[in-house]
């Protein structure tokens, strides 16, 4: 199992911009398709973007253009740069393993909050 930490949330007002950072146990994080999802109030946690070990990168639809994700392997940790946040991006944020199966760890996940 991957066993992450996520850091970096905070509140934000519409337009702002936050970088999260995920520390994720080492042993397969260099071979290992990582992803950002993310759990708005009261809906199911839904997949943001994802990155293979070699830097090739996916969006969902409503981040592109404002979210960056990307991996440091000398550090084994995930970041989510994230531009111009709008409320709808409010929720809290985890990274994992991309597939994830159904027995994946999930860490405490940060909390992002967009709102003026």
């Known amino acids: 199992q991957v066993r992450t930490v996520e850091s970096g949330g905070g509140l934000v007002r519409p337009g702002g911009s936050l970088n999260l950072s995920c520390a994720v146990s080492?042993?397969?994080?260099?071979?290992?398709?990582m992803a950002w999802y993310r759990q708005p109030p009261g809906k199911q946690r839904a997949l943001v973007a994802v990155v293979t070990p070699r830097g090739r990168t996916t969006y969902v639809d409503s981040v592109k253009g404002r979210f960056t994700i990307s991996r440091d392997h000398a550090d084994s940790t995930l970041y989510l740069q994230m531009n111009n946040l709008e409320p709808e991006d409010t929720a809290v944020y985890y990274c994992n393993e991309f597939p994830y199966t159904s027995t994946a760890y999930w860490g405490q996940g940060t909390q992002v909050t967009v709102s003026s």
């Open positions: 080492r042993s397969m994080f260099n071979t290992m398709d």
